[in-house]
């Protein structure tokens, strides 16, 4: 098969949606080499990740052969049925508008907070996600949803037939499932001053991530304990400055930014326990990473975060910081549970491991290509 990607993001972004798109097309093109992968991207990134990831020899970046504003939206149309691109797939919540009958399309929908918490976005940006997502929802000839949480979202806000929905859930890239050996985490630690105990908070630092709770547990969980906090600045960071001056918490509290990516996997793993109260996720990918890194995770209700973390990590809830602190002082106190933790959690993650992942959405493309 010839399949399409609106890869955007893949060939732009470094973090997030990005790594999601270049992870699965790597995931596919590995497992079916039979395929020939074609990304769709208005423009490309200069990066040795994303050059790399078009190295591959059945990946192939598609530039627009004749470049227009909204060619993701209508021009790329014509391109794709001269590629004879078989499947389309939307990674990030969107399809081109008004697709040819002859190819089939999928939409991944990674979530709905904008229409959960529109209080986080400007009018304007969703106003515009709205109509993509829900265009994409109605107009696709099948979804993935990357949790039940977002699945439920779906039918809730769109009304959307759930036969027409599947649940596929991510991974994180394999640089998080390798443990790392002692010496080069050693190497990063001094690199980066990190202390010998701590707690991890990976994200960027905005309202729903919640990082303020964390801050404000942080008084209350065995001092010898500090937080390190990976992720770029928004507008909420004066806040959270703000109050960690105010309980006095600056010598605690350790801020790292333009992490190389390469550097992550090994924060994670010297990480004492990983601690992610975000109020709504689509999914929860750093939940992910840290289980891989068998780091122990303290999370959130209310969300998918506990489809993302399983039963082998606590859950709080995320406006009680009280409990949030209880839940890390529990795993610090008790280096039984903590080992079980690490060992539960790497286990449980092995249902989000790439061969197992690749194979399910194979499955998806084949299906919709099958006659009735």
Not at 20 to 33: A, H, I, K, W
Not at 149 to 169: A, C, F, G, M
Request: with cysteine; glycine share 6%.
């Amino acid at each position: 098969m010839n399949i399409g990607f609106d890869g955007k993001r893949a060939a732009n972004n470094l973090t997030g949606l990005g790594n999601y798109s270049r992870s699965l097309v790597l995931q596919l093109s590995e497992f079916f080499p039979q395929n020939q992968y074609f990304v769709y991207s208005p423009k490309v990134k200069s990066h040795g990740q994303i050059s790399s990831f078009f190295k591959k020899e059945n990946i192939h970046l598609m530039l627009p052969r004749k470049s227009s504003l909204l060619w993701r939206s209508f021009g790329i149309k014509k391109q794709l049925k001269q590629d004879n691109i078989t499947i389309y797939h939307g990674l990030s919540n969107e399809i081109p508008i008004g697709m040819p009958s002859s190819i089939q399309t999928m939409v991944t929908m990674h979530d709905l907070i904008f229409l959960r918490y529109p209080q986080y976005y400007k009018f304007i940006d969703r106003t515009i996600y709205n109509f993509k997502s829900k265009y994409a929802c109605q107009h696709a000839d099948h979804i993935i949803a990357i949790s039940e949480q977002t699945k439920n979202d779906i039918i809730k806000y769109y009304h959307i037939d759930p036969s027409k929905i599947e649940v596929l859930y991510q991974t994180c890239d394999d640089s998080f499932k390798q443990l790392i050996p002692q010496d080069f985490k050693e190497k990063i630690r001094e690199k980066y001053s990190l202390p010998q105990k701590y707690l991890l908070n990976v994200g960027t630092i905005e309202p729903r991530k919640n990082l303020l709770a964390v801050v404000r547990a942080l008084p209350a969980i065995d001092p010898a304990y500090k937080l390190v906090v990976v992720g770029k600045k928004q507008p909420y960071a004066q806040k959270v400055m703000a109050e960690i001056q105010r309980l006095g918490l600056e010598e605690r509290v350790i801020f790292l930014k333009d992490i190389p990516f390469s550097d992550l996997p090994s924060i994670y793993q010297l990480a004492t326990v990983f601690v992610y109260p975000s109020f709504y996720e689509g999914f929860g990918i750093p939940v992910i990473e840290a289980l891989y890194g068998k780091t122990p995770v303290v999370s959130a209700t209310g969300s998918c975060l506990e489809e993302a973390g399983g039963p082998y990590s606590l859950y709080v809830d995320p406006h009680d910081f009280t409990a949030l602190a209880k839940a890390v002082n529990t795993i610090l106190a008790d280096p039984d549970l903590a080992e079980r933790m690490k060992e539960g959690g790497l286990s449980f993650a092995q249902k989000f491991n790439t061969p197992v992942l690749a194979s399910q959405l194979m499955n998806s493309y084949r299906n919709m290509i099958l006659p009735a």
